[in-house]
């Protein structure tokens, strides 16, 4: 395993009628919404820490803590970044932020795991048991 403090990732989405904050329920707004913000930070982190994993591992969210400071219009491009600045075992911590078009849109703080795929989705599974 090779993730390090400084990995950094980016995502990228265009403003449309299905990640507006109407869409998410999240607001009566046609405006990217937070939801879909989150989900974009989430994106950015996860992906650049992929690759630096062994097989059979994955990361999941466990806390997400940001802000959402500037409303971005249906059309309009907006990116996430994400940095790892702690590796803690199998924790990770990373910085996010978004920006559109214009400049920042928000920032924050988000928390991933390090898990064993198998092990984790068969903890999910016995959920469903009676």
């Given amino acids: 395993m090779s993730v390090i403090v400084g990995l950094k990732g980016r995502a990228e989405t265009v403003v449309n009628e299905s990640n507006t904050a109407q869409a998410a329920c999240s607001g009566a707004l046609p405006v990217f919404g937070t939801p879909f913000l989150c989900a974009l930070m989430e994106?950015?982190?996860?992906?650049s820490i992929a690759p630096h994993l062994e097989e059979g591992q994955s990361t999941v969210g466990t806390r997400l803590n940001v802000s959402h400071d500037s409303a971005t219009p249906i059309g309009m491009k907006v990116r996430a970044e994400s940095e790892i600045t702690e590796v803690d075992g199998k924790r990770l911590v990373l910085k996010v932020s978004a920006f559109d078009e214009k400049g920042p849109i928000g920032e924050g703080t988000h928390e991933r795991?390090?898990?064993?795929?198998?092990r984790f989705l068969a903890k999910a599974a016995k959920k469903l048991e009676g």
Avoid: G, M, S, Y
Avoid at 43 to 47: F, T
Avoid at 113 to 118: H, M, Q, S
């Fill in 43 to 47: 994106e950015a982190a996860w992906k």
């Fill in 113 to 118: 795991f390090i898990v064993t795929d198998e």
